[in-house]
């Protein structure tokens, strides 16, 4: 199984700042086959980027996603307070899908 | 634009069965992919399987085969998650999440999750 490792484990920024966001596979992901997700408390995950770098529909473009092989960032512009939630990678370029562990992005 | 609603809470003992269901309204459903993924409250997401209704084909994660069934009744645009020889361990939030295909596997849209909870 490809196992993701998100880092950090928690970010503490301020509304307007950048955020970055990694996501490390232990093997190299097929076809960038990465998706990075958002959640708030008590609601189900959101889609934000698939194939790595390809904003979901009605993604502001403050997000970003970028990576290959088996280094994947996902990039927050001019942080919103909307913005402060748990972020995961996914991987589906093998089975079984897997998920990192999340990175909480926290004012 | 799909929508997907479950089925509510549970509450289980140890050793029984649970089926949790999602139902999708609004868009074709039959032939994309309907997966379950769960989370353990305040930990990560495990990817547990899925199903294109349309054709009834399955994949499965290796940890849960035999374990879990997924099935699907098209007249419905239902899809239904069947899990026996219930742990404490299984006590997670079950959501269904719409993907393209096998190979273009990002979720998309997803569930609002049922809370399956395994206590004696």
């Known amino acids: 199984d490809i196992v993701l490792t998100q880092s950090p484990g928690t970010l503490s920024l301020s509304p307007g700042e950048r955020a970055t966001l990694s996501c490390r596979a232990s093997?190299?992901?097929?076809?960038?086959?990465v998706s990075w997700y958002q959640q708030r408390p008590g609601q189900a995950p959101r889609l934000l980027i698939y194939?790595?770098?390809t904003r979901a529909t009605g993604i502001p473009d403050r997000f970003s996603g970028s990576g290959s092989g088996t280094d994947f960032t996902l990039t927050i512009n001019r942080l919103e307070p909307e913005d402060f939630a748990v972020y995961f990678c996914q991987q589906y370029g093998s089975s079984p899908l897997t998920f990192g562990h999340g990175t909480k992005v926290e004012i | 634009q799909v929508q997907l609603v479950q089925s509510g809470a549970e509450v289980k003992k140890p050793g029984s069965s649970v089926r949790v269901s999602c139902k999708a309204s609004g868009d074709s459903f039959s032939r994309f992919v309907i997966s379950w993924v769960r989370q353990v409250p305040g930990q990560g997401l495990e990817w547990m399987g899925g199903i294109i209704p349309m054709f009834g084909t399955t994949n499965y994660a290796q940890k849960f085969k035999g374990r879990v069934t997924i099935d699907a009744d098209d007249s419905t645009n239902t899809v239904y998650l069947d899990v026996r020889s219930l742990i404490f361990e299984d006590t997670a939030i079950y959501y269904c999440?719409?993907?393209?295909?096998?190979?273009?596997?990002?979720?998309?849209?997803w569930g609002q999750g049922t809370l399956v909870t395994v206590s004696s």
């Open positions: 999440a719409r993907s393209y295909n096998w190979a273009e596997n990002w979720f998309d849209p």
């Open positions: 194939r790595a770098s």
């Open positions: 093997q190299s992901v097929a076809s960038s086959s």
